[in-house]
């Protein structure tokens, strides 16, 4: 028997992606290989891979040449080097990393250029010359020291983009790097991919380009999204590896542009449950309105919890994954209620985009536990730039006695107090950003004027460090996925065999009904980007599991949503929530 025939539908599917992609390759065209959730994006990329080093790998290594391959993290990263045997032609590194391996033997064009980057104009005014000064990046926080100028993880990206404009450094990127494979290529920074465009892709030269991803699973701000060029060839890969035929059904319903052939034909289950039964009030405030109070939220998670395991569901947490696309049971379930009552805008802490937390998240905590553990090297790779100076056995003592008392005063005390702990030590040090805003705090107990702005965030921050230290850790664990719970951070790459949605208000850029109902009706020309950013999120979230998926919606719905949910998961599927006399 021919073994192709032996092949099911997601198999020849499959196939005939990578055999277009190969066919590429060998035409040394650039193209992009959109593959939908659950269609074995990794197992395509990892294959890529294998197949150029098959037919140029030994003249790579002749050359001194490599196949960059840039990750969205060092998980991916590590998983390449792992299934490509570390083989040395193979360059695998997020884009940061890759970036600056490529920029950091330039130094004498990274002076000159510096100052033409985003703040460095302000912070070199202050500094004066740096012509005998070191370019370097390690932790990702700038600051100027006396021989040393470190760059922030944006700076890399700007001045590698900078640096593409010379027609000398292009030529030495595309010599050292030939070919560059892209992974989450949606999630790549817009401006380093329209940089690709026009000095790669517009002049049809320099290296062979190969986007493997999922425009639809762009769930980040600064992602490129869709990438569209007229030197691309675009390569659907039309299969579901993950989902069984219950599930990819409803998907396929949800995109039918990109329809997926199913590995798995085993029927599973999908459920909808809706609140609009609840005839009370709701709640008024702008993000939130629609949705159910806070403790007819929870009790509504409870119930479906309670049916789903009637139905058969085990709630353990290597079966199920609960994500919560709402904030109005997230933080108090997770233990950190007070900072999230501190920011008007769940995404600056949930992405970090305030520096404290930013701070607390990336650096604090994983120096913390890895000092805990007694994983000190680990310890100090976080620290990386910014070590103690331990030059004797008395330096050992003092940074032990501070690195003591830091774990102690975490556990116990206020945001503030580790602050001003920090602030003595310098185990670690504060970033930049973080020292400024301090100093402009003692400044306003001095009576100085501070515009608007300013004083609202020394509030925030003033606010902030009156919280116990302990908010602080749980909403760390929270953010790196060491929790049942999840946001669509924790959603990302991920598959499980049950999948239960929360899916409510209290994101200022989501509202999920509004999302259902412009698919029935239409999508007004300025709600385009909010539309997709919503039906991404959707999408990604309705995706990852493999046998059962329940959604259930605490914010009312439109009677436009609930024909779109109709349409897609089908009238059985939907169930209304019913609420107690006494609620």
Not at 235 to 252: E, M, P, Q
Not at 515 to 540: A, C
Request: aromatic content about 10%; hydrophobic content about 35%; some cysteine.
């Amino acid at each position: 028997m021919n073994k192709e025939t032996t092949l099911n539908p997601a198999e020849l599917a499959a196939k005939e992606a990578l055999e277009k992609v190969y066919s590429c390759i060998y035409k040394k065209k650039s193209f992009v290989l959109e593959a939908g959730a659950g269609a074995g994006k990794t197992y395509s990329l990892i294959h890529s891979l294998k197949h150029m080093l098959e037919i140029e790998g030994n003249r790579l290594l002749r050359n001194n040449q490599q196949i960059a391959c840039i990750t969205y993290t060092n998980i991916a990263r590590d998983e390449i080097e792992s299934r490509t045997d570390y083989h040395p032609v193979i360059f695998s590194a997020t884009i940061h990393s890759f970036c600056w391996s490529i920029i950091k033997d330039f130094q004498s064009r990274l002076r000159e250029v510096l100052p033409e980057i985003d703040k460095w104009a302000d912070r070199l005014r202050e500094t004066g010359e740096i012509n005998n000064h070191t370019i370097t990046y390690d932790i990702g926080y700038p600051r100027i020291e006396s021989q040393k100028v470190s760059l922030g993880h944006n700076d890399v990206l700007s001045l590698t983009m900078r640096l593409l404009e010379d027609d000398k450094f292009r030529k030495i990127f595309s010599f050292r790097f030939p070919v560059i494979f892209i992974d989450e290529y949606q999630d790549t920074d817009i401006n380093f991919i329209e940089s690709i465009k026009k000095h790669f892709l517009d002049k049809n030269e320099g290296p062979l380009f190969g986007f493997f991803g999922d425009h639809w699973q762009k769930i980040y701000g600064t992602g490129c999204g869709k990438i569209e060029h007229d030197s691309l060839e675009t390569i659907g890969k039309k299969a579901n590896f993950r989902s069984c035929k219950t599930i990819v059904d409803c998907l396929n319903r949800i995109r039918p542009e990109l329809m997926q052939e199913v590995n798995n034909p085993e029927d599973g289950s999908v459920l909808v449950f809706h609140s609009n039964a609840w005839k009370k009030e709701r709640r008024t405030e702008s993000h939130w309105k629609g949705d159910l109070p806070t403790d007819i939220a929870h009790q509504s998670l409870e119930e479906t919890k309670l049916e789903l395991l009637k139905r058969g569901w085990d709630f353990s947490q290597e079966k199920t994954k609960i994500l919560m696309l709402t904030h109005n049971i997230l933080a108090q379930e997770q233990g950190y209620r007070n900072i999230a009552d501190v920011f008007p805008n769940n995404d600056s802490y949930i992405k970090k985009e305030d520096d404290y937390i930013a701070f607390f998240v990336n650096i604090l905590e994983p120096v913390c536990i890895a000092y805990e553990n007694k994983k000190f090297g680990q310890m100090f790779s976080y620290l990386e730039g910014d070590r103690p100076v331990i030059r004797s056995h008395k330096d050992k003592l003092e940074w032990v006695t501070h690195m003591d008392k830091l774990i102690s005063i975490r556990k116990d005390k206020d945001i503030g107090e580790v602050i001003e702990h920090l602030k003595k030590t310098r185990y670690p040090s504060l970033p930049e950003s973080i020292e400024r805003d301090e100093i402009e705090i003692n400044l306003v107990k001095s009576n100085k004027e501070l515009d608007e702005y300013r004083k609202r965030k020394i509030a925030r921050i003033t606010k902030l460090k009156t919280i116990p230290y302990q908010e602080v850790i749980a909403l760390s664990r929270f953010i790196e996925h060491k929790t049942p719970f999840a946001t669509k951070h924790g959603v990302k790459g991920a598959e499980f065999e049950n999948v239960l949605v929360v899916i409510g208000r209290g994101w200022s850029m989501y509202n999920f009904s509004q999302m259902l109902e412009y698919e029935l009706i239409g999508i007004p020309r300025n709600k385009i980007d909010m539309f997709e950013r919503n039906r991404n999120l959707f999408y990604v979230a309705c995706s990852r599991p493999k046998k059962r998926l329940a959604l259930v919606f605490t914010q009312e719905l439109s009677d436009s949503a609930i024909v779109t949910l109709t349409n897609w998961f089908g009238q059985d599927s939907l169930h209304t929530l019913l609420f107690n006399a006494t609620d």
